[in-house]
């Protein structure tokens, strides 16, 4: 095994340990029925796919993007 394997091996393991973290980090268990920013309800096929969500997309969208701008 050389120092180019060695390194790739490195890489893929960290890959595998932030993959985990992340999929650790996201919402799970049992969604809300509303809105916890606007209080609409939250469509059943969002709440199915995105299991602990707490806001409908248009709120997600609006946090995730104040949360980028750093607001």
């Known amino acids: 095994m050389d120092d180019v394997d060695i390194a790739q ?7 595998r340990h932030l993959l985990a ?5 996201l919402p799970h268990g049992e969604s809300a ?5 606007c209080g ?4 059943e096929a969002r709440r199915q796919a995105a299991p602990g969500c707490t ?9 995730e993007r104040r949360m980028r701008e750093g607001r």
């Open 9 to 15: 091996e490195l890489r893929e393991a960290e890959l």
């Open 33 to 37: 029925e509303e809105c916890d920013d």
């Open 55 to 63: 806001r409908c997309v248009f709120c997600q969208q609006r946090f």
């Open 40 to 43: 609409e309800p939250i469509p």
């Open 21 to 25: 973290a992340r999929a650790y980090a």
